[in-house]
């Protein structure tokens, strides 16, 4: 399966050529013809339970809800999310600039011990670009990144801890969403054949990702390109929403 695009990015990527054309169809219009031709790309709402909140490790408070980061490296997003292989379920941790929407780090494998997530967090601290600055750590209460072994690696790198603080995935938007751009537009919705052909596909997909998807919160950049020109405009963020506070740290 080959990358998928958003109806509505599509329509500005191509609406030059279709002038070229004199081809004259409004962004409406484009994604009727889209949905006629079942062309839009599809949404399942099954999903695979990858938290487990019902331990006894510590748990830290939210520092960044309703929070909007202001620079790169300010806080970072993490998450798990599940791949189907034929063999069974793999996973997928990722570890994403909420700034930028790069993502730092990644790990999967056919397990979820902490170790799967440390690995991801291992990466994301090797691809630093701005290692003096002060950083959040936020991420659901799940056993893995509440184990001492994870929480005590982040703070002696010295990572700010955060975490949602109820089961409610749009308390960690970003990550969700990155999870789905991930699936749904790269292909790894699918079921894969095995694990090592997972890896691959996965580590070609964040590749392509970071470097060539642009976002409409990017002002049509590229999370790479965001990460080192830190160039986002809140205007709109702030006209939508006005609960919305900036992060200072």
Excluded at 49 to 69: A, C, G, Q, R
Excluded at 161 to 166: D, L, N, V
Aim: aromatic letters at 10%; one cysteine or more.
């Amino acid at each position: 399966m080959g990358q998928q695009t958003g109806g509505k990015k599509l329509y500005d990527h191509l609406k030059k050529d279709m002038k070229n054309q004199n081809i004259k169809m409004g962004r409406d219009k484009f994604l009727i013809f889209l949905k006629n031709h079942n062309l839009l790309v599809k949404r399942n709402k099954n999903y695979h339970i990858t938290t487990n909140s019902k331990h006894h490790f510590f748990k830290y408070k939210n520092l960044v809800k309703d929070k909007l980061p202001t620079r790169a490296e300010q806080l970072w997003v993490t998450d798990i999310t599940y791949i189907k292989t034929e063999k069974g379920h793999n996973y997928l941790a990722l570890v994403t600039d909420a700034y930028s929407k790069q993502i730092m780090g990644y790990q999967l494998s056919n397990h979820m011990r902490t170790e799967l997530c440390l690995n991801a967090l291992k990466m994301a601290l090797n691809n630093r670009k701005y290692p003096n600055e002060k950083l959040i750590h936020h991420s659901d209460r799940g056993i893995q990144y509440c184990n001492p072994a994870y929480t005590q690696f982040a703070e002696k790198n010295n990572l700010t801890i955060s975490m949602t603080e109820q089961y409610d995935p749009y308390e960690n938007a970003v990550a969700e969403r990155i999870n789905k751009t991930l699936k749904y537009e790269y292909g790894l919705k699918q079921t894969i054949k095995n694990t090592n052909l997972a890896q691959k596909m996965t580590k070609k997909a964040i590749f392509t990702y970071n470097n060539f998807r642009t976002h409409w919160s990017l002002n049509l950049s590229t999370p790479k390109m965001a990460h080192l020109k830190q160039n986002i405009d809140y205007k709109s963020y702030r006209k939508n929403n006005n609960k919305l506070e900036f992060l200072t740290i």
